[in-house]
């Protein structure tokens, strides 16, 4: 059995939803682009905010993927 090799990069995703939604979006965008996706950590999460009410949900995330062969 050989070793693997991943490669991590950050994304930004956001949602008028909430958190796991902009989490979801961010994933399904990023796996389109590359390819064999594995895990995900949710470094920074914020909000925006208009006339007292959260109107956006906001992640930045490094998403891990594995090189292929």
Do not use: P, Y
């Amino acid at each position: 059995m050989g070793a693997t090799v991943a490669k991590i990069t950050e994304i930004s995703a956001s949602s008028g939803k909430s958190f796991e939604h902009a989490v979801e979006k961010g994933i399904e965008r990023a796996s389109k682009t590359l390819k064999n996706v594995s895990g995900a950590w949710v470094k920074e999460m914020k909000v925006d905010v208009e006339d007292g009410k959260v109107v956006r949900w906001r992640v930045t995330m490094k998403v891990t993927f594995v090189l292929e062969d």
